[in-house]
């Protein structure tokens, strides 16, 4: 299984950023995927979920503005992330499984 995260980057508070996790060597149409975060010095997080049903769950920390996604026919994840606050800053990485990406860095500047 691979997981290859990509869309992160330096924005000011407030604004949005997507990112994408392209899946291979699984069922990706079957398969739970999660988004975690790290932040410097903290426990990695769960961020978001999204059942192989489309059922989704979210941290209470980001209810109402990130929402996951899933693109099963490009075996591709998605996270929009809007009104983004300092403390989004941190490490995003897919997970199924317990197979990990390679994460993707989101820094928030106030």
């Known amino acids: 299984v691979q997981l290859q995260a990509s869309g992160g980057g330096l924005v000011q508070a407030g604004g949005s950023l997507r990112l994408s996790c392209k899946a291979s060597?699984?069922?990706?149409?079957?398969?739970?995927m999660e988004w975690h975060r790290q932040a410097a010095g903290k426990q990695r997080e769960l961020v978001a979920g999204?059942?192989?049903?489309?059922?989704?769950n979210y941290a209470d920390s980001v209810k109402g503005r990130f929402t996951i996604s899933r693109d099963n026919a490009r075996r591709t994840l998605y996270l929009q992330m809007n009104s983004l606050k300092p403390e989004d800053t941190g490490v995003y990485y897919c997970?199924?499984?317990?197979?990990w990406g390679q994460g993707t860095q989101v820094t928030v500047s106030s």
């Open positions: 997970q199924t499984r317990g197979f």
């Open positions: 060597g699984l069922n990706f149409a079957i398969a739970t």
């Open positions: 999204i059942a192989s049903s489309g059922s989704t």
